[in-house]
């Protein structure tokens, strides 16, 4: 609701070419079970909202 | 006396509607029945101490005026410190909203209290002679009663039931996007937590009835507004480590539709609908732009 705040804290990829470092970490995986595994650990751990970018790579994203 | 009966009575016949609002059982309405009789007491005795020229007392009740407006002031700070424990947050609008709410009634409190206190001083004074001074309480009892009755009918705040027309509305996903019916909410990443929401999900379509109410629902308090009451009565299957599960409210920008998708406890949508259309309009959110003229021109 508090619109614009998003805060990415973490980058779960297939395809490391796809994300540059930046602010987040980049953990990269090597199949979407793993992805969808690590993506859920992650955002438990850091009470964070999991998106899916819809080209392989998910953002972690902290309002 | 009179007076400081009628307004402690106007403050706790409204203390009783706001339990959705402000949950704060005993001591918070202790509280607040503490600082409803004084502000009755400073509405009884205003007058009495004018007319006998006890000018001290007179300003000693504009200090306890003066510190009636800082209730407010302490409402929202409490609410705002209770925003960061809450699942669901109030949103400033709301927490706004309720403060001055609460000001206006210790307010109201003081005009029941001032109201009955004159009545029943004046016909003191007038009755005195014929010797039933008593029955001058009479007087100022009808009228702390009118002062409440048409203070708790101005001051009500319209539910969203009576600006919009609130029906259920079918959760669906394309793709990993979220929709309610046909108005997007949000992205949900995570295959388990789509399979969450649609098998446990509920979506409600709140449709403005005219341009004032498409305004008030375009208002982002008014929406975050009715997220929290909603998880508030029907509870909600969410905790701080899912975030994706928040029930959130977004606009159909074609049409002014709000949509909500929420997971609440329990899964029945008919008392959904009830607490969405119990929500009040927000007074910060109640625009009226039909009441302008190139309002007006723009509505049609």
Known sequence: MRGGEGLVVAVVTLAGEKVLAGGAPVFVVSGSEEREKVATTLGRVLDSQVHDLGNGVYVLVKR | MTGLFFGALARLSMLRTDYRQYPSYPHGYASHLGLGVVAAFTGAVVLPALILRELTAATFLLLVAQQLREVRDLERKTLDRMEETELVKRGAGYVEDIAKVFEARNYLTMFAALAASTLTFLGWRLLEPMGVPLFSVLGGAAAGVAVITLGRKTLDRQPLRQVARIREGKINFRGTMLYVDDIHIQEVGLAKSRDRWAKLGLG???????????????????????????????????????????????LDLDTGRAAMAIIPVEPDIAPLLAAVGSVPVIEGARTRPLATKPGRRAAD
Request: proline share 6%.
């Open chain 2, 204 to 250: 409600v379509v709140i449709e403005p009835n005219d341009d004032n109410a498409r305004a008030t629902l375009a208002n982002v308090g008014q929406r975050q507004a009715i997220a929290h009451d909603s998880a508030a009565i029907m509870g909600i299957r969410k905790d701080r480590d899912t975030p994706e599960f928040t029930p959130l409210v977004r």
